[in-house]
């Protein structure tokens, strides 16, 4: 049962690289999206996609691209890393937008922006 | 907007001892409200939830009870074990932000049990 499954759990970056943090799901599920999560303020919304080709803004989107190009895979892109984009960012998926209470999530990826 | 606060931590418990993390929140609809479990190293877990009011959701011997008078979701266990210590997420899915399914969550309470 893979589940939601993130790569890589560790990468530190230097200011001003990019990179793409993998997402993919295995359930069949229509809606995933992506956190991120920083100390004392809990997860906060990035991106979302409610479907293949369908993606939208969250929160917090600003130096973040999403696609969704399958329904298992929603890979996020950081254009431009700032040391402001240190966090733990989760993936995280329902069947149905009408669902996302509960949510699945992935183990993590820790990034560090020096 | 809407949000949800819980209490700070961490919380310190023997092994056996009653827990209660509080969580308020702030919502203009009628949200849904869930608590999410974050063990070491892991993503979050759903926990329990409760979709109305007066709701109370059950799980691994958690309870928690939808109180619209007081805006609360307290999450509480009997007799916590060491395999209890965890990060614990209060969160709120506010039907009006169907538009996005965010989840509003709050800052997390860790919970340390001491054998």
């Known amino acids: 049962n893979a589940g939601v499954t993130q790569t890589p759990k560790f990468q530190v970056l230097k200011t001003g690289q990019s990179m793409t943090l993998q997402c993919a799901q295995d359930?069949?599920?229509?809606?995933m999206s992506w956190y991120r999560q920083d100390p004392g303020m809990g997860l906060r919304l990035i991106h979302y996609?409610?479907?293949?080709?369908?993606?939208d803004q969250g929160e917090v989107p600003n130096g973040y691209n999403v696609s969704r190009s399958t329904t298992e895979d929603f890979p996020l892109r950081l254009l431009s890393a700032a040391p402001s984009q240190t966090s733990v960012y989760f993936c995280?998926?329902?069947?149905?937008?009408?669902?996302?209470?509960?949510?699945?999530f992935g183990e993590g990826s820790r990034l560090t922006v020096l | 907007g809407d949000s949800v606060t819980q209490m700070e931590g961490p919380v310190t418990l023997s092994e056996e001892a009653c827990l209660t993390i509080?969580?308020?929140?702030?919502?203009?609809?009628?949200?849904?409200l869930f608590w999410y479990v974050q063990y070491p190293g892991e993503g979050l877990q759903l926990l329990l939830k409760?979709?109305?009011?007066?709701d109370k959701g059950s799980n691994k011997g958690f309870e928690a009870t939808y109180r619209k008078e007081t805006t609360s979701f307290h999450l509480e266990k009997g007799s916590v074990q060491v395999s209890d210590s965890a990060v614990y997420f209060c969160?709120?899915?506010?039907?009006?932000?169907?538009?996005?399914?965010?989840?509003?969550f709050g800052q997390g309470t860790t919970l340390q049990v001491k054998p």
């Open positions: 509080n969580c308020t929140y702030t919502a203009t609809g009628y949200p849904s």
């Open positions: 359930m069949n599920h229509e809606y």
């Open positions: 996609s409610v479907g293949a080709g369908i993606t």
């Open positions: 409760a979709t109305k009011a007066d």
């Open positions: 969160a709120l899915s506010d039907r009006g932000s169907g538009n996005t399914g965010k989840l509003i």
């Open positions: 995280a998926s329902s069947y149905s937008i009408r669902a996302t209470g509960e949510l699945f």
